[in-house]
C-alpha cells in the first residue's frame, strides 16, 4: 500500500505529496520528500499529521519508521514561513501525536536532523543514524531556540549538557558524537531496516519510551553560573544563545507541558527581535550572493580538475592548502627551492598543529600534503586548469607574471589573480585572453576566512565568473561577486573607517574607547587592534611610497607612521597602539603610544575634545554606509546583500545585525544622511560626500533593500 497526503487530509490538501507511507509488512514506512531539504512547511505538517492518522488506523501495521527522502532527514521548520502567522498544525502538534501514538515510532535518520528536524526525532520512540548523519539544534543563528519541545526534551533524554552545547552554539554533531552522548541509540549504514526492526522489537515488548515522560536530570551546582559566563564570554552580544540557556535551565524545574509554553515564550521573544531578523537576512543573504543576475544562462563553470598557486608566501600558501582541503591537486610555484620548501614546510606544520588539536589524524595529513606539488619550472603550469596569482602586491611583478601565464597556460586556463587593490583590467591586458583573467580575492588566513572576493574585470567571460564562484563554493567559501575599484568592496570600505578612526585619535579619542566601541557593537576586534594584528609595517611602506603624490587637501594623521617609527610594527614585534602580554592577544593601552598621540594632536594645534561612544560608533558605520552606497551606484557591488555578506564572512561584522547596509536600513537612512551631510560641512572631507543613492533614497522615502528589489524586478 502506497498513499500520499494530498488524497487524504481533508484539513488543506497541499498540491504536492511531500509525505508518503507504505507497508513493509507489518511497518509503516513513512518518507519525507520535501527538495531540497525536507523542511517542514505546513504540507509536511499536515501530511505528519495524515500519516499517523493512517498507523493507528491501520490494524495491519505494528509500528511505523520516519525517515526522510534525499540527502536530508529533515533541515528544520521552514524559515521562509518566520513572522507569517502560523498555518495549523504547528510544529509541536505535529510531535505531540508522534510522541503519544498507540504504536512505536522509529526516527531513521538518513542525513541531517537540524533544528525542528531533531526535535521531530525526539518525538519519535527511538533514533537510528545513517553514520553520515549529523544533528544539532541551528537555531541561535536564526536568532531563535529550538521551539518545538528541544530545549525541554535534550535533556531529559541525553542530559543538560550536550542540550546546552548544541543548543547554545548551534553546532551540529556527527552521528558518533550523537550515538555515545545517547541521542540516537544505533548508528547503522541501513538506518532504515535496522529501524524497522527496532520497532518490531518495541511493539513486540508493547512498551517504548516517551521522551516527555522521562524525569528532569540533576544538574551539577554552579553548572548554569558558568555556562553562562562562558556564552557570554563568545557570543559578542548575540542574545539567542542566553535565550537557549535560559529555556533549558528553566524546564529542568516544571512539569514538561509548563516547560514547553516556556519554550514557546522564549522562542516568540527571539523571533520578534531585531538581532533575529539580521540573523535569518544573513542566512539567505549567504545564498543570495552566489545568484549572479544577467550572465549567459547557457554559461557552465569550466571543469577545475588540477589548480597551481604562484607563491608560496603566506597568501599563497594558505590559498593552496583551500585547495589540498577541498581534494583538489594543487602546484605551487616559487622563483627558489628555498622559498618552496620553506612554504610547504609552513602549510605541513599548519596542518601537524590541527592534527595535534585532534582536528585531524595524521594520514589526513599526509594526504592533504600528497595533494601540493611544489616546482620552481614555470611550465609545469602547462597542464593546470586554473592558476592564482599570489605574488608581490605591485602591477609591474603582476603583469610581468600575467605575461608569462599567457605564453604557458593552456587555452580554457582560468588565469586569477589574488590582488586586494590592483586593476584587474589593466593586469588583463597584457594577455592575449581577457575574458579569462578574474580576480580572486582571498582574506588572511586564507584557509581560515570564509570569504572570497571574485573580481569580475571589464571583460571576464561569464564560465570564467561561474568557475570562481564554483571553485569557491567547492573551497567551502562564500564567494561574493564584485567589479573593480581601488580595494574592491570590503576593503574599500575598511579604508574609509579606518582612515576615520585615526582622526577620531587626534581629534580627542584614545586606541582603546574607539575599539571598546567598536567590540561592544560585535566586531571581533577594533581597528588598532586589527591594525596591530595585520602588521603595522606594510601600510606605512605604502604610505611613505605614496607621500610624494599625496594632496594636501586630505587630511593625514601621522600617528600611524609615529607608531612604526617607534618599532612597533604591530602584535609580531610585542606592541604597535597596543601592547599585547606575551602568550595574550589581549591588547592593553601603552603608555608612550598615549603621549604619542596627545603630542600629536598639539603638535597640530587641535583642541582635543570627548567623544561619546555613541558618537564614534556613528561616526565609523556612517562611513560605512556612505561608502556602501557609493559602490552600489557605480555597479561595484550588484546588491546591498553582497556587501553585507562580503562584511560579515571577510570581517566579522555581527550576523545579528545583518551586515552594513541592513543595518543602515534598520537604523534609518534618513538620520544617517543627516549626520553624514552635517559631517561633509564641517570637514569638507570627501569621506563625507554623500552618495547620490543615499540621497535619492531618502528623498524617496526608500531603503537600500526595497531599491534592490525593485531594480531586481
Ligand atoms: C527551526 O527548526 C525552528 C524549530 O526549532 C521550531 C519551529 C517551531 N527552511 O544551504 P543550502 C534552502 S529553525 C527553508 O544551499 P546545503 C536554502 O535557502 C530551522 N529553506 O544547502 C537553499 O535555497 P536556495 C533550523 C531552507 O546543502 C536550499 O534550501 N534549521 C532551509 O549547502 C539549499 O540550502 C536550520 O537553521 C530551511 N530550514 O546545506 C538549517 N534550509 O537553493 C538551515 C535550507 O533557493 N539550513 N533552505 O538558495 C542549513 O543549514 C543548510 O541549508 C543545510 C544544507 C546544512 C541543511
Known amino acids: 500500500m502506497t498513499q500520499n497526503v494530498s488524497a487524504q487530509d481533508a484539513r488543506t490538501a497541499p498540491d504536492s505529496n511531500p509525505v508518503s507511507w507504505q507497508t513493509q509488512d507489518d511497518v509503516l514506512l513513512i518518507t519525507i520528500n520535501n527538495p531540497p531539504v525536507n523542511a517542514l512547511g505546513h504540507a509536511v505538517r499536515v501530511g505528519l499529521i495524515a500519516a499517523i492518522d493512517a498507523l493507528e488506523a491501520d490494524g495491519s501495521v505494528v509500528g511505523a519508521v520516519l525517515t526522510g527522502g534525499g540527502r536530508a532527514f529533515v533541515a ?59 544533528v544539532g539544534f541551528p537555531e541561535v543563528h536564526l536568532g531563535v531556540i529550538p521551539g518545538a519541545g528541544g530545549t525541554q526534551r535534550m535533556p531529559r533524554l541525553a542530559g543538560v549538557e550536550i542540550a546546552v552545547e548544541l543548543s547554545t552554539t548551534g553546532k551540529p554533531v556527527s552521528a558518533a558524537r550523537a550515538l555515545s552522548a545517547g541521542i540516537v541509540e544505533a548508528v547503522d549504514e541501513d538506518c532504515v531496516a535496522a529501524a524497522v526492526a527496532r520497532a518490531r522489537e518495541l511493539a513486540a515488548a508493547g512498551e517504548w519510551t516517551r521522551v516527555g515522560e522521562l524525569p528532569s536530570p540533576n544538574v551539577p551546582e554552579g553548572y548554569f553560573e558558568a555556562a553562562e559566563a562562558a556564552i557570554v564570554a563568545r557570543s559578542r552580544g548575540q542574545i539567542s544563545p542566553l535565550l537557549s540557556l535560559e529555556a533549558v535551565q528553566g524546564g529542568l524545574t516544571l512539569p514538561f507541558a509548563e516547560g514547553l509554553k516556556l519554550e514557546r515564550d522564549i522562542f516568540m521573544r527571539g523571533l520578534t527581535s531585531d538581532q533575529s531578523k539580521g540573523l535569518i537576512h544573513a542566512f539567505f543573504g549567504e545564498r543570495e550572493v552566489a545568484k549572479i ?6 554559461a557552465k563553470p569550466r571543469d577545475v580538475a588540477r589548480a597551481a598557486v604562484i607563491g608560496a608566501g603566506t597568501m599563497g600558501g594558505g590559498i593552496a592548502m583551500c585547495f589540498a582541503n577541498a581534494g583538489i591537486p594543487v602546484t605551487v610555484v616559487e622563483q627558489t627551492e628555498e622559498a618552496l620548501e620553506r612554504g610547504l614546510g609552513l602549510c605541513r606544520k599548519n596542518y601537524e598543529n590541527s592534527a595535534k588539536k585532534g582536528r585531524m589524524t595524521e594520514a589526513q595529513v599526509e594526504e592533504r600534503m600528497a595533494l601540493l606539488t611544489g616546482t620552481t619550472d614555470m611550465q609545469t603550469l602547462a597542464e593546470v586548469d586554473l592558476v592564482i596569482e599570489a605574488v608581490f602586491e605591485n602591477m609591474g611583478v603582476k603583469k610581468d607574471m600575467f605575461t608569462r601565464l599567457d605564453s604557458i597556460c593552456k587555452p580554457g586556463c582560468v588565469l586569477a589573480t589574488n590582488t ?43 564560465d570564467v565568473i561561474l568557475t570562481a564562484m564554483a571553485t569557491g563554493k567547492r573551497l567551502g567559501k562564500v564567494s561574493v561577486l564584485v567589479g573593480v575599484c581601488d580595494g574592491f568592496v570590503g576593503n574599500r570600505i575598511l579604508h574609509q573607517y579606518l582612515r576615520w578612526a585615526s582622526i577620531l585619535l587626534e581629534d580627542g579619542c584614545m586606541p582603546e574607547q574607539i575599539d571598546r566601541v567598536w567590540t561592544e557593537f560585535g566586531m571581533p576586534m577594533g581597528p588598532f587592534a586589527m591594525s596591530d594584528l595585520a602588521g603595522l609595517d606594510v601600510g606605512y611602506r605604502i604610505r611613505q611610497e605614496q607621500a610624494a603624490t599625496r594632496s594636501g587637501n586630505e587630511r593625514y594623521v601621522e600617528i600611524g607612521d609615529r607608531v612604526v617609527e617607534m618599532g612597533r610594527l604591530g602584535q609580531k614585534t610585542g606592541g604597535g597602539y597596543f601592547d599585547y602580554i606575551e602568550g595574550s592577544r589581549k591588547p592593553v593601552p601603552n603608555a608612550e603610544v598615549t603621549a604619542l598621540v596627545l603630542a600629536e594632536s598639539a603638535r597640530k594645534g587641535i583642541e582635543r575634545r570627548d567623544f561619546s561612544d555613541e558618537e564614534i560608533l556613528n561616526a565609523l558605520t556612517d562611513l560605512m554606509t556612505n561608502e556602501g552606497a557609493k559602490i552600489l551606484e557605480e555597479g561595484i557591488a550588484m546588491r546591498p546583500v553582497d556587501i553585507d555578506i562580503t562584511y560579515i564572512f571577510g570581517y566579522g561584522y555581527p550576523a545579528f545585525r545583518g551586515g552594513p547596509m541592513f543595518r543602515a536600513d534598520a537604523e534609518g537612512l534618513a538620520a544617517s544622511l543627516e549626520r553624514i551631510e552635517a559631517a561633509y560641512a564641517r570637514t569638507g572631507d570627501h569621506a563625507w560626500k554623500p552618495s547620490a543613492l543615499l540621497k535619492q533614497l531618502v528623498a524617496e522615502g526608500q531603503t537600500f533593500e526595497q531599491w534592490s528589489k525593485a531594480r531586481a524586478a
Open 76 to 134: 528544520g521548520a521552514d524559515i521562509t514561513e518566520f513572522g507569517k502567522p502560523i498555518a495549523e498544525p504547528g510544529l509541536n502538534e505535529v510531535i505531540d501525536r508522534i510522541e503519544g501514538a498507540s504504536k512505536p515510532v522509529v526516527a531513521a535518520v538518513n542525513g541531517f536532523a537540524l533544528g525542528g528536524g531533531l526535535e521531530l526525532t525526539l518525538g519519535c520512540h527511538a533514533r537510528i543514524a545513517h553514520p553520515k548523519a549529523r
Open 293 to 298: 543576475p544577467g550572465l549567459d544562462p547557457a
Open 420 to 462: 586586494s587593490t590592483l586593476d584587474i583590467d589593466e593586469i588583463a591586458s597584457v594577455t592575449e585572453r581577457p575574458q579569462d583573467v578574474v580576480g580572486m580575492h582571498f582574506f588572511s588566513p586564507a584557509n581560515v576566512m570564509r570569504l572570497l572576493e571574485n573580481v569580475r574585470g571589464a571583460e571576464t567571460a561569464d
